[in-house]
């Protein structure tokens, strides 16, 4: 079982530059989301989306785009890298639907590490 | 706005001993509490769900209490061991469905 796989896992940009963290699950999730983790700030929602075609920003979506074409893939492009993007990304998924909000446990990938210079 | 906090940010305690790690939220109008365990440079992974009509939920030596109405929950761990140093962070879900994660508490168990 894959569960969800994030690539890259570590990446160094420059300032301005653009790039696109991959998500993949492979569990036939409708939900999945993006949050950053940063010291002392705890995780935080980017975006998130509950099936094809369907997308919304959480907390701190300013920079960062998605899109979600199939149910398996939710790619996080930052348009134009910035310093204060540097962080550590996680991608996760659950079921959605009947039970989600009460139910339906939510698994994350491993992370990508993300630095802007 | 819901706001989630743990105490205590960190905690270092001898083998085998019981411990308590807490979590308080803001907003009593949530669906569930999960409790999640991360290891450095790892992802998170899930320990215990406990919805919003349960009272606890319990796997092996770990047990979880959830108080809606006081906005608390509490993790307990039993005979800590080494192996279960990491940071513990708890997550409730709110009204869009998403995770609200707190700061996390950072677990040491001295040999």
């Known amino acids: 079982n894959a569960g969800v796989t994030q690539t890259p896992k570590f990446q160094v940009l420059k300032t301005g530059q653009s790039m696109t963290l991959q998500c993949a699950q492979d569990m036939n999730h409708e939900y999945m989301s993006w949050y950053r983790q940063d010291p002392g700030m705890g995780l935080r929602l980017i975006h998130y989306?509950?099936?094809?075609?369907?997308?919304d920003q959480g907390e701190v979506p300013n920079g960062y785009n998605v899109s979600r074409s199939t149910t398996e893939d939710f790619p996080l492009r930052l348009l134009s890298a910035a310093p204060s993007q540097t962080s550590v990304y996680f991608c996760?998924?659950?079921?959605?639907?009947?039970?989600?909000?009460?139910?339906?446990?939510?698994?994350f990938g491993e992370g990508s590490w993300l630095t802007v210079v | 706005k819901q706001e989630v906090t743990q105490i205590p940010a960190a905690l270092s305690v001898p083998e085998g001993e019981n411990l308590v790690l807490n979590c308080s939220f803001t907003?009593?109008?949530?669906?569930?509490l999960q409790w999640f365990r991360q290891d450095p440079g790892k992802g998170l992974t899930s320990l215990l769900l406990?919805?919003?009509?349960?009272r606890e939920q319990t796997s092996g030596r770990l047990n979880a209490s959830l108080d809606k109405s006081s906005g608390r929950s509490t993790l307990y761990i039993a005979a800590s061991q080494p192996g279960d140093s990491a940071t513990y962070l708890c997550?409730?879900?709110?009204?869009?469905?998403?995770?609200?994660f707190g700061k996390g508490t950072k677990l040491s168990v001295k040999p």
């Open positions: 997550a409730v879900r709110g009204s869009q469905g998403n995770l609200i």
């Open positions: 406990i919805q919003s009509s349960q």
């Open positions: 907003d009593s109008a949530i669906y569930n």
């Open positions: 989306s509950v099936g094809a075609g369907i997308t």
């Open positions: 996760a998924s659950s079921y959605y639907g009947k039970g989600f909000r009460s139910g339906n446990t939510i698994y």
